[in-house]
Each structure stands twice: as structure tokens, then as C-alpha cells.
């Protein structure tokens, strides 16, 4: 079982799904965690359950909300093997510091500080990673049309403190209005496209897809055409 980790406040709930829907046609099992302070997908995700708590099966792979730590989910799904949750993937929602402390990100597989340059999201992110114990490694990703050396050197300030190896790579998504069209209309539709997101937001994906799941290019772009066409 790998964790993958996506931490910070930017919003990034839509994205883990998109990439969750490319594992499960991988044949992967996959299972989301929503460990953040507003719980989006509670909202964007049909349920029949009302608990706390629960885990949902969505588009292919499953979705836990409302756990605070694996430890809950391992007793949740009734597990024997303390250790043992029964997914090739678990990916990771994180905004707050008690998710960094419950779901041991520090051990992870891959970890993705997501972010774009607003202060509240720079600063509410940075909060959230300031509790990490230990070396981490992450990837940048980040949300915005234009970044410039000012801005990557400013973030690298703040995180300064913090013992943080950033990957050599960072992965951008020049966020256009058009993939924000089509990310609503899925959330209406519930059901995952990626027909009328920008060719820009879907090479972001299948990069950030590709580390992830460790598969060529041209599997991971032969996933999203098939999912294009549904």
C-alpha cells in the first residue's frame, strides 16, 4: 500500500479525484481520504450514509470522510492487520495539522505541497506543514498562470524553517476558466470527465499521474483518452 500525501489549503479535492478515476481504470483499488476542516466531498459526493464517518465507493474508487487517523479507518473497515487497509493506494486530502500527525506523512510515498499565491492559502498551507517531524520530500504544485522567481523564492522563505527537501521538479497548472467550467459541471453531473478540461490542466495530471502510479506516458494518456470518451 502506498500514501500519497496532498497537502495544503488550496482546494484540491477535484484533482484527487480526477487521479483517483485514473488508478481505478489502471486496476488499481484506491482510496481517497478527505482529512481536511471543511470535508468538500461530504457535499460533492453522493452518500446514503449520514454518520460522522464513512466510507463511500465513487466512479470506481472509494472515498473515506470524516476519520481523523488511519488507525480509524483500519477499526472502521474491521481489519485484523493493524497495518493493513486493503488498497494498492491511499491518497490523502490535507489542510490541517492533525491530518499531518494522523495519516504519518512523514512515511509516505510521495507527498505534493498544493498551493497558488494567495497569502491566506500560502500561509494557511505553511501552518499545516509546520508540524511535520523529520526530513520530508515534496513536490510543489502549483496553481497559477504566471509564477515568477519572486514568488517561488518567497515560498522557499517561509518554508525555510522547516526541514523540507523540495523535488527538482514543480508542476504547474495554469488554472483557466474553462477547466473551472468543467470541474463544476462534473460535480453536478457526479461524475468524473475530463473531455473539456484544458490540455494545459491535463498534462499536469497525467505528470503528476505518471510519478504516482509509476506508468509510462502513454499509458497514463491512454487512460484519459478512454475516460474522454464515456
Known amino acids: 500500500m502506498k500514501i500519497i500525501g496532498f497537502i495544503g489549503a488550496y482546494d484540491k479535492s477535484d484533482l484527487i479525484m480526477y487521479l483517483a478515476r485514473i488508478s481505478s481504470d489502471l486496476r488499481y483499488k484506491v482510496l481517497i481520504v478527505d482529512a481536511t476542516l471543511r470535508q468538500k466531498m461530504r457535499y460533492i459526493i453522493p452518500a446514503m450514509s449520514i454518520a460522522k464517518s464513512y466510507i463511500t465507493e465513487h466512479d470506481g474508487f472509494d472515498v473515506a470522510i470524516g476519520f481523523k487517523s488511519l488507525d480509524e479507518i483500519i477499526k472502521y473497515l474491521g481489519n485484523t492487520d493493524e497495518d493493513y487497509l486493503g488498497y494498492d493506494y491511499v491518497l490523502l486530502d490535507i489542510d490541517a495539522d492533525w491530518g499531518m500527525k494522523g495519516f504519518d506523512l512523514e512515511n509516505s510515498y510521495k507527498n505534493y505541497f498544493v498551493t497558488n499565491f494567495d497569502m491566506y492559502v500560502i500561509k494557511r498551507g505553511i501552518e499545516t506543514i509546520s508540524n511535520i517531524e523529520g526530513k520530508v ?94
Open 137 to 230: 520530500k515534496m513536490t510543489k504544485v502549483i496553481f497559477s498562470r504566471d509564477v515568477n522567481k519572486a514568488d517561488d523564492e518567497y515560498l522557499n522563505y517561509l518554508v525555510s524553517e522547516f526541514d523540507i527537501e523540495w523535488a527538482k521538479d514543480e508542476i504547474r497548472f495554469p488554472y483557466e476558466q474553462g477547466d473551472e467550467t468543467a470541474i463544476m459541471e462534473n460535480q453536478r453531473l457526479s461524475r468524473i470527465k475530463f473531455k473539456k478540461l484544458t490540455m494545459q490542466y491535463k498534462d499536469s495530471m497525467m505528470q503528476i499521474a505518471e510519478e504516482i502510479f509509476d506508468s509510462s506516458p502513454s499509458t497514463i494518456r491512454k487512460v484519459c483518452k478512454m475516460i474522454d470518451k464515456e
